[in-house]
């Protein structure tokens, strides 16, 4: 068992930068893939950013060279550095976890494990 809570969503211009965080709890030693999604107003829920086992990371063509995901292994935190920010952003953003996997993938319905989501907003 795995519980995620995001933090860091807020407000932002284009252009601007946030950070979102996302804390573990409870099974923090199985090896695992760690993903950022975002779910915008009438669209399905989108891959934005994994980070598999191994410490490789891997992006959704929209936010590469924007965002970066990373880990802190002794605080058992995900971020999500995203710069450049844009207008198409805008979206509840959610952290998710599966343990112990065969690959990393991109499809939401992998992920076992959800945070309750932060909202990031654009403004133009």
């Known amino acids: 068992q795995v519980q995620l809570v995001e933090s860091g969503g807020g407000s932002a211009q284009a252009g601007g930068a946030l950070t979102l965080s996302c804390a573990a709890s409870?099974?923090?030693?199985?090896?695992?893939?760690m993903a950022w999604f975002r779910q915008a107003p009438g669209k399905e829920r989108e891959g934005v950013a994994i980070?598999?086992?191994?410490?490789?990371?891997y992006y959704a063509e929209s936010v590469k060279g924007r965002f970066t995901i990373s880990k802190d292994s002794a605080q058992h935190t995900l971020a999500l550095q995203m710069n450049s920010l844009k207008p198409e952003d805008t979206a509840m953003y959610y952290c998710?976890?599966?343990?112990?996997?065969?690959?990393?993938?991109?499809?939401?319905?992998?992920?076992?494990?959800w945070g309750q989501g932060t909202q990031v907003t654009v403004s133009s």
């Open positions: 998710a976890a599966d343990l112990s996997p065969v690959y990393c993938y991109w499809s939401a319905m992998r992920y076992k494990y």
């Open positions: 980070l598999d086992p191994d410490g490789n990371t």
């Open positions: 409870g099974d923090t030693y199985s090896r695992r893939c």
